[in-house]
């Protein structure tokens, strides 16, 4: 890579965002890395169809991608009061599967941040399996802000 091009490589910190309490701590704990590297950070939210299976799907007209916008720009200006100063952040909606989504937008990332879990169904799970997947196919270092680690930095 010569010179120039690694003056315009853009540091990245992805963060993958639902909504929870465990995304906003990997929000708000990306957001202070980033201050500390000179990286940017990308919140990202997934959404998708509910799938329905055996019957017809109810026709109800519902903005998935609005409701979804509406998640991560409360997530955003969440994070963004509560730590004045804190590094820049921009926001992605994209539609699809939550750790394909994460896994592409980290491509050519510094980092990958998740929170342990989310609004999956596994309550009990020490990791959510989106976090799982992306520990094991990210081509990036992931980080995986636990609920411990965020109870104990509020």
């Known amino acids: 890579m010569s010179a120039e091009a690694a003056q315009e490589h853009e540091h990245r910190i992805v963060v993958g965002v639902d909504g929870s309490g465990p995304s906003l701590e990997a ?10 590297t000179g990286a940017i950070v990308e919140a990202i939210i997934a959404w998708d169809f ?3 299976y055996g019957y ?9 991608k609005g409701m979804a916008t509406q998640v991560v ?7 963004s009061s509560a730590s004045p100063g804190t590094a820049a952040i921009r926001y992605k909606v ?4 939550a750790a394909a989504v994460l896994l592409n937008a980290s491509a050519g990332a510094d980092l990958l941040v998740v929170g342990s879990r989310g609004h999956g169904g596994f309550v009990e799970a020490l990791l959510g399996s989106v976090g799982q997947h992306c520990v094991q196919h990210a081509t990036c270092p992931v980080v995986v802000i636990r609920d411990s680690v965020a109870s104990a930095h509020r």
């Open 94 to 97: 994209s539609q699809g599967n």
């Open 73 to 79: 720009a409360s997530a955003v200006a969440k994070v």
């Open 50 to 52: 509910p799938a329905y």
């Open 27 to 36: 929000l708000a704990w990306a957001a202070r890395q980033a201050k500390l």
């Open 56 to 64: 017809a799907a109810p026709a109800i007209d519902v903005d998935w």
